[in-house]
């Protein structure tokens, strides 16, 4: 039987001039809840601090989970022995996913790894929610408060009322380093569009009829004019056995103009659909089918990074340069998409290994901060080689110790190198 209806009083109310905003401490305020912000925050949780994460979109996991990328890389590297370079919060990842049937792992050059973006997010929330980590969603930033050589508060906008954060240390892990640019630390731009990629996932596929990389990269370009895809190469990645594939076929400008950005996001989905036609069209035994389940959020690669005491150099990558202080290691290639049509793709050896320092982190104008991800210095080339998911995942566990080693009222920049590789040893020894 249904429930008697009971009175439900309304009450009418008007807000407050003057209205005080939500007010949180926190030893650790990491801003940004990707990949890099999510491995801080779960970091700093597990040494015992409390933490809050804010993020400005309404949900956890960044570009990671919610621009469907679909592919972990970064984290192994290159055959054939393929060695697992970051740890932390990707071996809890590769562990659990594994164990659900929602990973897979592709050999080749080097070790990617297929992932279902709905069984990410849910342990990212999962595990965010364990570890008592306090959560701020859909929240921009309107006011750092930077007094001298330390941020004190930063305050937020949200549709629920303003939040103030007060915390000893701060992760900026936003992506394009707002925390840091409203913070007026200096910061760098890139001369050129760097551009970012509208993913997609695509359902009711025909596997057994996927068309190899070469083969549709060929076909890509050869016909991308006659679909108007600007983009003159792509991959499609299948997830075997669930006759879905994710796309990244397309090159969407990343501006940091408002406008200017909402405006790519649609032209990137445009885009979109122009790849689901020629997909259809010209590799019918494998996509005639196809339905787009989802639209990711808008990927981008590299838009606004910190200026930071060292700037990691291509050289330096290309080399391998083991840093005394080093946070994190990849094998993963120059992948710079900084023109329309294309990008570029420079591997390494089986053995490379090459290193980001802390001091890629640390604006020297700031004790308290350390950017981590996309974030981090180095140049268009370097940074391209070291912004995907393995070392930001390793970066954001750095920032967290090293905030950790520097204590409520240190500095970051005096943190002991010895003490922090031994804190960080499985992300940067051998």
């Known amino acids: 039987m249904p429930h008697a209806l009971t009175e439900l009083k309304i009450h009418t109310v008007t807000k407050s001039p003057g209205t005080a905003p939500h007010e949180l401490t926190a030893d650790l305020c990491v801003v940004g809840a990707g990949v890099s912000g999510v491995s801080a925050a779960v970091e700093a949780a597990r040494l015992g601090r409390d933490v809050v994460l804010v993020d400005s979109l309404p949900l956890l996991g960044g570009q990671m989970v919610n621009s469907l990328i679909g592919l972990f890389c970064g984290v192994f590297g290159n055959g054939p022995d393929y060695h697992q370079l970051t740890h932390g919060i990707f071996d809890g990842i590769l562990t659990d996913l594994d164990k659900t049937g929602d990973l897979h792992y592709n050999r080749g050059h080097t070790l990617t790894v297929n992932y279902d973006e709905v069984a990410l997010g849910r342990w990212v929330e999962r595990t965010v929610h364990d570890l008592g980590i306090r959560v701020v969603l859909g929240a921009g930033i309107t006011e750092v408060e930077r007094p001298g050589r330390r941020i004190e508060a930063i305050s937020f906008a949200t549709r629920h009322g303003a939040v103030r954060v007060t915390a000893s240390g701060f992760v900026d892990a936003t992506g394009d380093a707002a925390l840091a640019w409203e913070a007026g630390l200096p910061c760098r731009l890139p001369e050129r569009t760097i551009y970012g990629s509208q993913q997609l996932i695509l359902e009711h596929l025909h596997e057994e009829h996927q068309p190899g990389r070469d083969e549709l990269a060929a076909h890509v370009a050869a016909k991308a004019a006659a679909y108007g895809l600007p983009r003159r190469d792509g991959l499609a990645f299948f997830f ?25 996001q649609l032209e990137g989905r445009e885009q979109a659909d122009r790849v689901v036609e020629f997909l259809r069209t010209e590799f019918p035994k494998a996509f005639g089918d196809a339905r787009v389940r989802a639209y990711g959020l808008p990927g981008r690669r590299q838009t606004r990074w910190i200026k930071g005491v060292h700037q990691l150099s291509l050289d330096e990558v290309r080399s391998g340069v083991r840093f005394e202080d080093a946070v994190a290691r990849t094998a993963w290639p120059v992948e710079l998409h900084d023109r329309a049509d294309g990008y570029v793709w420079e591997t390494f050896d089986a053995d490379h290994v090459h290193y980001v320092p802390l001091r890629s982190l640390l604006s020297p104008d700031c004790d308290n901060l350390v950017a981590a991800g996309r974030c981090a210095d180095g140049d268009a080339a370097a940074l391209s080689s070291v912004r995907v998911m393995g070392p930001c995942a390793a970066m954001g566990a750095g920032a967290a110790h090293a905030l950790d080693l520097a204590g409520p009222e240190g500095s970051v920049h005096t943190v002991d190198p010895t003490a922090l590789r031994a804190r960080v040893a499985d992300n940067v020894e051998s």
């Open 240 to 264: 075997p056995g669930r006759g879905t594939a994710v796309l990244n076929m397309t090159h969407i400008p990343a501006p940091l103009d408002p406008v200017a950005s909402s405006a790519a």
